[in-house]
């Protein structure tokens, strides 16, 4: 037993002493230096410093529409070889210009490339993004490129305005569609939504609560839109009207008149309401004509009495009912009768 604690005791002793001898020779060892890093984009810090990891990761900027902002953008080249970088902006509406296209940095340098952003006049107040682009050979990423963001804030009023323009009823029965037109008339990107609303002659017809609609306005933007009609009434004066809202209390609204009356119905209904009125004036006229042609004067060869005749007719043409001083006309007529000139 003894001999074995022995034994034990110097095993242990011996492999601590390796163990100490092992991390002083590498103590002892200077560290590899680690290799260096391909080339990188970054935003260019001030004062002509370095870039570092305390610098800002994306570029912002800020202005008002129709304002030019400039920044510049930093290549470095911690490599022992030139590297050429192609760079390009990547924003819409193109308001991201660099200063060169092409840029090569030498070995252990940095190079800074001045860009500037030209804020639309008819931006909307608001945040847009982009990027610049730097595309080379053995670039930090896996294909030799670096992307870094730019953020541009667009300052202003906010205006939310829309209008319905060109609002019309195309086609009949399952067929019929509403045609319109909005138009972005503010400064900011607008989402509609469109109520419907058709009353006729006896109620309504048509009534559409407000929904949103599949598409997106940006300022100064038109869109023509249709909405379906599945079953419009078939004889009836329609007055339509369509309500547009969006967020920022845009409103707007428009009327159409849709007249579903068939023209053949309307003249045909013109037609025989003239005749039903025609019809009793045309009788009456032929009337009065075969009643004067059976009183000409000489008929019955008696002048006295067919004057007197006559004057009672041209009478009685003057109202439907006796004329006045009927009773006088009979007596004169009685009288001429009893004359000389009626004697046989």
């Known amino acids: 037993m003894p001999f074995r604690t022995r034994t034990a005791v110097r095993g242990a002793v011996l492999t601590t002493a390796a163990v100490l001898l092992c991390s002083a020779a590498s103590w002892a060892r200077p560290a590899a230096a680690p290799a260096p890093p391909g080339w990188s984009a970054a935003p260019a810090p001030g004062a002509g410093a370095e870039p570092g990891p305390q610098d800002r990761p994306y570029f912002y900027l800020e202005g008002a529409p129709g304002t030019v902002l400039s920044d510049r953008l930093s290549l470095s080249n911690p490599t022992g070889h030139t590297i050429t970088v192609r760079l390009r902006g990547a924003a819409p509406g193109g308001w991201l210009s660099l200063a060169s296209a092409r840029v090569t940095v030498p070995p252990h340098t940095r190079a800074s490339v001045p860009f500037t952003v030209t804020v639309p006049r008819d931006a909307a107040p608001g945040e847009s993004s982009g990027s610049l ?194 009773d006088r006309a009979d007596a004169a007529g009685q009288l001429a009768g009893t004359g000389p000139g009626a004697r046989s």
Request: avoid cysteine.
């Open 133 to 326: 682009i730097a595309t080379g050979g053995r670039g930090s990423g896996a294909e030799g490129r670096d992307a870094v963001p730019v953020h541009l804030r667009v300052t202003g009023r906010p205006l939310s305005a829309l209008t319905v323009e060109k609002v019309a009823v195309r086609g009949r029965g399952a067929a019929a569609l509403i045609r319109y037109t909005l138009v972005n008339r503010g400064n900011t990107v607008l989402a509609p939504r469109l109520a419907v609303r058709a009353d006729g002659l006896f109620g309504p017809v048509l009534r559409r609560a407000a929904r949103a609609l599949p598409t997106t306005l940006r300022p100064g933007q038109g869109v023509d839109l249709t909405e379906k009609w599945p079953d419009p009434p078939r004889l009836d004066a329609v007055d339509l009207r369509l309500t547009v809202t969006a967020g920022g209390g845009a409103h707007g609204s428009a009327t159409a008149t849709y007249t579903t009356a068939p023209w053949g119905a309307v003249a045909g209904g013109g037609l025989l309401l003239a005749a039903g009125v025609a019809g009793p004036v045309v009788v009456v006229r032929r009337r009065r004509r075969a009643r004067g042609a059976s009183e000409v004067p000489g008929a019955s060869g008696m002048p006295g009495a067919a004057g007197a005749e006559g004057a009672g007719t041209a009478a009685g043409a003057a109202g439907d009912g006796p004329p006045p001083g009927g």
